[in-house]
Nanobody, 118 residues
Framework: RVQLVESGGGSVQAGGSLRLSCAVF????????MGWFRQAPGMEREGVAV???????TYADSVKGRFTISKDNTKKTLYLQMNSLKPEDTATYYC????????????WGKGTQVTVSS
């Protein structure tokens, strides 16, 4: 069974930085996609950044130039470096791994809270 555990969330003032981590526990065969998603209260979950099996990255327009996703395969850990944070980045951030045939991610963490104050 695969378990994803996020860490690194917290409270920061606008303009500040945070680095989220997502540790993968359990065995996943071969290379796999991973991503970060977020959900603010009363809002739908949205994709933030994804790194695919080849290492290619994609970002939501709202975070381009500010956030960087990276993956350390030897440590089985996914990162999200978040700079120039804005109050609208406030949300619970979730890590996800392994895309199924439908394209949806199959494994999810429980989330870590990020709060950005103005």
């Amino acid at each position: 069974r695969v378990q994803l555990v996020e860490s690194g969330g917290g409270s920061v003032q606008a303009g500040g930085s945070l680095r989220l981590s997502c540790a993968v526990f359990g065995y996943i065969y071969g290379s796999y996609s991973m991503g970060w998603f977020r959900q603010a209260p009363g809002m739908e979950r949205e994709g933030v950044a994804v790194v695919d099996r080849s290492g290619n990255t994609t970002y939501a327009d709202s975070v381009k130039g500010r956030f960087t996703i990276s993956k350390d395969n030897t440590k089985k850990t996914l990162y999200l470096q978040m700079n120039s944070l804005k109050p609208e980045d406030t949300a619970t951030y979730y890590c996800a791994a392994v895309r199924g045939r439908s394209g949806d991610f199959l494994n999810w963490g429980k989330g870590t809270q990020v709060t950005v104050s103005s």
